[in-house]
Antibody
């Protein structure tokens, strides 16, 4: 059974860096043709794709966030992480990590974490 | 960047109704589209990928169609558990983007 679990601080001060880790069980992040990503959802609003990575280090970021986002993998721990710098209240959201297996017609999240609410406030 | 326009933003329907939700891409994305269902407080659930392929375990009353720029999610015979918010997601050239969402409510 594939499971993903987000972890990290629930409260971040404005201008600081948001850091979250996704721990994967039941699957390896080094599996060929599997991508891993982060998605967020501000309270009461829609979903926003943040970025996607391949275990080799290749990353793809939302153009609106690319200057502030870094996604990286720790294959020894079967984890991948999100860092978002210079946060503001607009970054307050539930952050999800997800697995995106390549389907031949794109890669779509089939397993998701339960979500981690991060509030940006002083 | 390719934009996704989803409509309607909300709709009211009754159990047993046929419901159609559309997503339009600002450029050709071939069949790089998925559909998700989200219930309050829960992570989204993948329903359809590759525009028309039903994810394992998803009931056959859900179907997807389209290619290029125009895509449709159809629920044939709405069930009580189908009242939720639905999102499309495009993946083309390793760039993803969600539609704005459609809330399906009970009439």
């Amino acid at each position: 059974q594939v499971q993903l679990q987000e972890s990290g601080p629930g409260l971040v001060e404005p201008s600081e860096t948001l850091s979250l880790t996704c721990t994967v069980s039941g699957a390896s992040i080094t599996t060929i043709h599997h991508y891993w990503g982060w998605i967020r959802q501000p309270p009461g609003r829609g979903l926003e794709w943040i970025g996607t990575m391949y275990y080799s280090g290749t990353t793809y970021y939302n153009s609106s966030l690319t200057s502030r986002v870094t996604i990286s993998a720790d294959t020894s721990k079967n984890q991948f992480s999100l860092k978002l710098t210079s946060v503001t209240a607009a970054d307050t959201a539930v952050y999800y990590c997800a697995r995106l297996p390549y389907s031949g017609a794109g890669s779509f999240p089939d397993y998701w974490g339960q979500g981690s609410l991060v509030t940006v406030s002083s | 960047a390719i934009q996704m326009t989803q409509s309607p933003s909300s709709l009211s329907a009754s159990v047993g109704d046929r419901v159609t939700i559309t997503c339009r891409a600002s450029q050709d994305i071939r069949n790089g589209l998925g559909w998700f269902q989200q219930k309050p407080g829960k992570a989204p659930k993948l329903l359809i990928y590759g525009a028309s392929t039903l994810q394992t375990g998803v009931p056959s009353r859900f179907s997807g169609s389209g290619f290029g720029t125009d895509f449709t999610l159809t629920i044939s015979g709405l069930q009580p558990e189908d009242f939720a918010t639905y999102y499309c997601l495009k993946d083309y050239n390793y760039q993803w983007a969600f539609g704005q969402g459609t809330k399906v409510e009970i009439k």
